[in-house]
């Protein structure tokens, strides 16, 4: 959260202020990192509601409330959805500008009703994977793997470590989306002053 950022043993984070753990696919380390901390922002305030709770880290020389933990996941859930250097949203669909070309087979191949003739897997290769053209069918919704270490994304099928569209990038970021959408249709104080809907839930139980 900034506070401790030259840390040895702290997560790297790019120029643009996103996560960054490897080359290949970091986006499935930003998204689960969002939601994860947003839960446990919910689970700091329901811990010391008005008592001032916070994160540690290690040494104690720096901690974190959970409005700062909340708004750290919120950060980059923006910078995913185009808040960043490059202005691109990396959801598939979303925004003005988003990967025209992203490694996935039935997007990167003409859609059936357009040519009605049996397209191989060869042929899917041999004739529509290396076309520099963007692909005719949009995979609405699907979080590629994003940017390098320095905000820097290419947009190529071959460039697959970036442009591939992955089922564990999008998942977390349901859970975000959800909390997202919840706390915008709420009253009150402000998001990282709410507890989450399962923390009330479990405590009705109760």
Not at 2 to 11: H, L, Q, W
Not at 19 to 41: F, I, K
Not at 172 to 199: C, D, Y
């Amino acid at each position: 959260m900034g506070r401790n950022a030259a840390a040895e043993d702290n997560v790297e984070r790019s120029p643009g202020g996103m996560l960054y753990v490897r080359q290949w696919n970091n986006m499935q380390y930003v998204t689960s990192a969002a939601y994860l901390l947003s839960v446990y922002s919910g689970y700091l305030t329901e811990a010391g509601a008005g008592k001032g709770a916070a994160v540690t880290c290690a040494g104690g020389e720096a901690s974190a409330d959970a409005g700062e933990v909340f708004a750290h996941a919120r950060a980059q859930v923006d910078y995913v959805l185009g808040s960043n250097p490059r202005g691109i949203s990396y959801l598939v669909g979303y925004g003005a500008k988003f990967p025209a070309r992203v490694h996935h087979r039935a997007a990167s191949i003409v859609p059936y009703k357009d040519r009605k003739e049996f397209i191989g897997c060869a042929q899917g290769f041999d004739d529509w994977f290396g076309r520099k053209s963007a692909n005719p069918n949009v995979v609405v919704g699907a979080i590629v793997g994003g940017p390098d270490r320095h905000d820097r994304f290419r947009d190529d099928r071959v460039n697959y470590m970036q442009t591939e569209a992955c089922t564990y990038n999008t998942a977390p970021m349901v859970g975000m989306f959800a909390m997202l959408n919840r706390l915008a249709r709420q009253e009150g104080p402000s998001p990282a002053a709410r507890r989450p809907e399962s923390s009330r839930s479990t405590a009705a139980a109760e």
